[in-house]
């Protein structure tokens, strides 16, 4: 089934692997959600729950998804899986 557009209060079941579940819960048990206020290009108003530091840095703080994928990309070139460009080998 092709990905689509979601009304709100719409979700989606995806499948993960064990430790990617395992990953979350630790995360989740460390880190409250934080809100996020912004406006839509309709101009609504709209205030969301996010699980990543928007643009906060420091020890102590949460960590941004930026952080998250910088630490992905280096585990997989030390795996093997890309080169150091991103590429797959």
Known sequence: MPLR?????????????PFVGQE???HLSRWEPVPVAFTELRGRRRRLE???APRQRGKGVMPTASTYGYHFRKASVSAG?????????
């Open 24 to 26: 979350i819960d630790d």
């Open 81 to 89: 899986l890309v080169d150091v460009d991103g590429k797959a080998e």
């Open 5 to 17: 557009r979601r009304a709100e209060g719409e979700y989606r079941d995806v499948p993960v692997a």
């Open 50 to 52: 996010v699980f990543f």
